[in-house]
């Protein structure tokens, strides 16, 4: 008898253990449902929140203009070579800023703008790549100036005035001019002398082909922040980013120059 009750005993035991070990089983599960819940909660919000926020953009980029050629900085020729110093791919840029209205507020109009944290996200294998600026009155032009490079940033001027000085980096307040850049790769080639006298040179993107550059070795990607005040103090940024385009469907570089439009869809975040 004695020996009975002390294995109902020890039953009623391992019955008790074994429901403590399901509860503190059922309690971890509980509490790891929970906090995938509020993590889960945590991240609807977070993503409403942004999109909230991102109701007020008003600014965006939904068009750029490439226009891509090459040219060299010194050339020499006598009756039997041609010597290029300092051959260079050039691409002009004009980003084309929508504020989406057709009337102008403050909230729609610019105070400040400046383009930042630039970078070559893909860096060409041959030459020196740089960022400039360029007047819009220049743009399609074969030219360097190295007092328009941009080291780090570039900061706008805004103005309303009719008559404008566009040498220098200067956008009207309604957004009616583009943003106008030019990213130039300089010394693909130097001291590069060809014997074929017979045919003439052409200052342009035949030159590449003729010099023997490859496309692949030029190719570049580049990014970059906009930012953008308007005359309400609200700012807003968006990142840009773009592969320098070197050939389209129906011709490329290798046919003198190219010109390339493409449609984006880079919005302006508000951050403050």
């Known amino acids: 008898m004695k020996e009975k009750n ?15 070990i399901l509860i503190i089983i059922l309690v971890f599960l509980c509490r790891k449902t929970y906090e995938k819940l509020l993590n889960k909660k945590t991240f609807e919000n977070s ?32 009756k039997t070579n041609f ?12 980003l084309f800023i929508d504020n989406n209205s057709e009337e102008n ?20 294998t041959v030459g020196k790549p740089n960022l400039y600026y360029k007047s819009v009155e ?4 074969s030219e360097i100036d190295e007092n328009n490079i941009i080291n780090e940033e570039l900061k706008f001027e ?12 200067i956008l009207f307040n309604n957004c009616a001019n583009p943003i106008t850049i030019c990213y130039i790769n300089q ?3 130097t001291d590069y002398t060809m014997t074929d006298t017979q045919n003439p040179i052409t200052y342009n993107g035949k ?10 070795s030029i190719e570049t990607t580049i990014s970059f922040d906009i930012e953008i005040e308007n005359n309400k103090n609200q700012k807003f940024k968006t990142t840009v980013y773009f592969n320098i385009p070197y050939e389209n469907e129906e011709k490329s570089i290798y046919d003198g120059n190219l010109t390339v439009k493409k449609d984006t869809n880079f919005n302006f975040y508000r951050y403050e």
Not at 83 to 94: G, R
Not at 207 to 216: I, P, T
């Open 47 to 78: 993503i409403i929140s942004f999109a909230e926020k991102n109701k007020e953009t008003i600014f965006s980029i939904n068009k750029i203009v490439f226009f891509s050629s090459c040219d060299s900085k010194n050339k020499t020729s006598s």
């Open 138 to 141: 220049n743009f399609a032009k």
């Open 158 to 169: 805004i103005t309303s005035e009719d008559e404008t000085d566009f040498s220098k980096p």
């Open 207 to 216: 030159l590449l082909e003729r010099c023997g550059v490859q496309k692949q």
């Open 83 to 94: 010597t290029i110093e300092n051959l260079y791919a050039y691409t002009d840029i004009a």
């Open 6 to 20: 002390k294995k109902i005993f020890i039953k009623r035991i391992i019955h008790i253990i074994i429901i403590i």
């Open 105 to 124: 507020t403050t909230e729609n109009t610019l105070k400040n703008v400046k383009i930042s944290n630039i970078k070559f996200t893909k860096e060409p």
């Open 187 to 189: 010394n693909i080639k």
